[in-house]
């Protein structure tokens, strides 16, 4: 079946440095890919997300380009800030394939933590 | 614009009491509708979708039910909570367009079983 893998965490940058968290996938079919953001106590956010082959989406300084030959979505960013700090999910979304009108299917969450 | 309201915001209910979450969106028609949970230290689990009133598909068995009797109207339930059914809460919506399109989320439910 369709998986997505993510770095667990939790990852500890200084403010000002940059950020990678790493994503993978696997799927039987043609993916779109995303990315969410958790702030505490708080449902997810739709961060960015990118639907074909080399798309990169970009959205409040993150970037994630979709790799298929490495089948990878590695979520960056130039300079974090303490605002930052949140728990980021990796997701795909497959059609005819458990995706699309059955729900997207996630990573379990890399925790972010930003130290001023 | 499109908005999905989800409450209440947290509930603590003893083992053996019935639940009913509920989750409605403004501002879109015929949406996909969809229930997670979210477990302390562990990612999203699926537990409910539907693409139409009365149309209800299940990823799990367990002690929860949904339905859906409005076309923006998402409701979970449960006749006996039980200690595991503690969690995170989150309704969510698409557009019934397909795949690429993603979901959107409610601010959740915070339950808590005692």
């Known amino acids: 079946g369709d998986s997505v893998t993510q770095m667990e965490g939790p990852v500890t940058l200084s403010e000002e440095a940059f950020l990678t968290i790493n994503c993978t996938y696997t799927?039987?079919?043609?993916?779109?890919l995303f990315w969410y953001v958790q702030y505490p106590g708080e449902g997810l956010q739709l961060l960015l997300k990118?639907?074909?082959?080399?798309d990169k989406g970009s959205n409040k300084g993150f970037e994630a380009t979709y790799r298929k030959e490495t089948t990878s979505f590695h979520l960056e960013k130039g300079s974090v800030q303490v605002s930052d700090s949140a728990v980021y999910f990796c997701?795909?979304?497959?059609?005819?394939?458990?995706?699309?009108?059955?729900?997207?299917?996630f990573g379990k969450g890399t925790h972010l933590i930003i130290q001023p | 614009s499109q908005t999905i309201h989800q409450w209440p915001a947290t509930l603590v209910q003893p083992v053996g009491s019935p639940l009913s979450l509920e989750c409605t969106v403004e501002?879109?028609?015929?949406?996909?509708l969809y229930w997670y949970r979210q477990a302390a230290g562990r990612g999203l689990q699926l537990l409910f979708y539907?693409?139409?009133?009365?149309?209800i598909s299940s990823e799990v068995p367990q002690n929860l039910s949904a339905s859906r009797p409005q076309d923006r109207q998402f409701i979970l339930s449960s006749k006996k909570l039980l200690l595991s059914d503690s969690g995170f809460y989150l309704c969510?919506?698409?557009?019934?367009?397909?795949?690429?399109?993603?979901?959107?989320f409610g601010n959740g439910t915070r339950l808590t079983v005692t």
């Open positions: 539907s693409v139409g009133i009365g149309q």
């Open positions: 990118a639907t074909k082959a080399d």
């Open positions: 501002g879109t028609s015929n949406p996909n």
């Open positions: 997701a795909l979304s497959v059609l005819g394939s458990g995706g699309g009108a059955d729900g997207l299917t």
């Open positions: 799927a039987t079919g043609y993916p779109s």
């Open positions: 969510a919506w698409s557009p019934r367009t397909g795949t690429g399109s993603p979901l959107h």
